[in-house]
């Protein structure tokens, strides 16, 4: 095990109840959770819907505090929202009156050092901004609306909308389950290459096992009721990964493997919840 210090993220003996009532009745939905991850690693969430995959994202944030247990991030004990965290979700969200490249704007006027800064800073920042929209394929639309965009050119503006503040940590709940296969696959290349270039930490929530097993460098799978991470399997393919690396067995053999334990949880099996090997 590393020192302590030298994690990234660091969850020691995490619980959360959503609300005192449930604290009271001991429902917890996510319990025991002693998560540790190194600087610069891509850890994947894979698990039963309603486990409490989300829920560790807002743990992680810092959107919620924890019940009992502690975490810390880059070092510091997490007390609040996190300015060093960028998020992507399933839903691309973009503002629709709002252009393609001023939509990736929005958390520079939002997030503080840059709120302040920002009109002195426009120029830059938006030169920014148009270097990552360029850099993920989106040259050419960066002026225009997000209904003038297909679903996958959405969900890249909103990987860019969450990279822009240069973030030491990258949340991603989901962002490729609406894709079609292909879009799907070229947003993984994407999303490694940016990984690889600027080593920020990345927290992928995915019901894709394929997808998880490509990216990350571990793979947690988490049980339902409790909510706790059950599984830890580090990926040991080599980097850069190709896609054609998804056709080898040795990778499908760990997608397999990742199978057969959420199947063996979707049986019951892991009610058990014992806690996973560090
Ligand atoms: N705001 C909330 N208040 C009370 N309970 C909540 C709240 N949000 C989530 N929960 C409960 O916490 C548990 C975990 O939910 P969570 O959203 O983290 O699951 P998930 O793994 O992200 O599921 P999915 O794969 O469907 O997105 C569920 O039982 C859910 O009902
Ligand atoms: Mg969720």
Same mark, same amino acid.
Request: net charge neutral; with cysteine.
């Given at each position: 095990?590393?020192?302590?210090?030298?994690?990234?993220?660091?969850?020691?003996?995490?619980?959360?109840?959503?609300?005192?009532?449930?604290?009271?009745?001991?429902?917890?939905?996510?319990?025991?959770?002693?998560?540790?991850?190194?600087?610069?690693?891509?850890?994947?969430?894979?698990?039963?819907?309603?486990?409490?995959?989300?829920?560790?994202?807002?743990?992680?944030?810092?959107?919620?505090?924890?019940?009992?247990?502690?975490?810390?991030?880059?070092?510091?004990?997490?007390?609040?929202?996190?300015?060093?965290?960028?998020?992507?979700?399933?839903?691309?969200?973009?503002?629709?009156?709002?252009?393609?490249?001023?939509?990736?704007?929005?958390?520079?006027?939002?997030?503080?050092?840059?709120?302040?800064? &920002?009109?002195?800073?426009?120029? +830059?920042?938006?030169?920014?901004?148009? $270097? *990552?929209? @360029?850099?993920? =394929?989106? /040259? !050419?639309?960066?002026?225009?609306?997000?209904?003038?965009?297909?679903?996958?050119?959405?969900?890249?503006?909103?990987?860019?909308?969450?990279?822009?503040?240069?973030?030491?940590?990258?949340?991603?709940?989901?962002?490729?389950?609406?894709?079609?296969?292909?879009?799907?696959?070229?947003?993984?290349?994407?999303?490694?290459?940016?990984?690889?270039?600027?080593?920020?930490?990345?927290?992928?929530?995915?019901?894709?096992?394929?997808?998880?097993?490509?990216?990350?460098?571990?793979?947690?799978?988490?049980?339902?009721?409790?909510?706790?991470?059950?599984?830890?399997?580090?990926?040991?393919?080599?980097?850069?990964?190709?896609?054609?690396?998804?056709?080898?067995?040795? &990778?499908?053999?760990?997608?397999? +493997?990742?199978?057969?334990?959420?199947? $063996? *949880?979707? @049986?019951?099996? =892991?009610? /058990? !919840?014992?806690?996973?090997?560090?």
């Amino acid at each position: 095990m590393q020192a302590a210090e030298s994690y990234f993220v660091d969850f020691r003996d995490v619980w959360l109840a959503y609300n005192d009532e449930l604290r009271a009745q001991n429902h917890f939905a996510v319990e025991a959770i002693d998560l540790h991850v190194g600087h610069g690693e891509f850890i994947a969430i894979v698990g039963p819907s309603g486990c409490g995959k989300s829920t560790f994202m807002k743990l992680a944030t810092g959107l919620k505090m924890p019940s009992m247990g502690k975490i810390l991030i880059d070092g510091q004990p997490v007390t609040g929202p996190l300015k060093i965290s960028g998020m992507a979700f399933q839903a691309p969200s973009l503002l629709p009156w709002r252009t393609t490249v001023d939509n990736v704007l929005l958390p520079l006027e939002i997030v503080e050092p840059h709120r302040s800064q &920002f009109k002195q800073k426009r120029k +830059e920042y938006e030169t920014r901004a148009r $270097a *990552l929209l @360029q850099k993920v =394929g989106l /040259a !050419g639309y960066e002026d225009k609306h997000p209904w003038q965009l297909s679903g996958g050119m959405q969900q890249r503006a909103s990987i860019c909308r969450a990279l822009i503040h240069e973030p030491k940590m990258l949340l991603l709940d989901e962002p490729f389950g609406a894709l079609d296969a292909f879009t799907r696959e070229e947003l993984w290349c994407i999303l490694r290459d940016l990984q690889a270039e600027q080593k920020f930490n990345v927290i992928l929530v995915t019901h894709d096992l394929r997808e998880s097993v490509f990216l990350a460098d571990t793979v947690y799978v988490m049980s339902k009721s409790p909510g706790r991470f059950v599984v830890k399997r580090d990926i040991a393919l080599p980097r850069p990964r190709d896609l054609e690396i998804t056709y080898t067995r040795e &990778f499908t053999d760990i997608v397999h +493997e990742l199978r057969g334990h959420i199947g $063996a *949880l979707r @049986q019951g099996a =892991g009610k /058990a !919840g014992a806690p996973i090997p560090q």
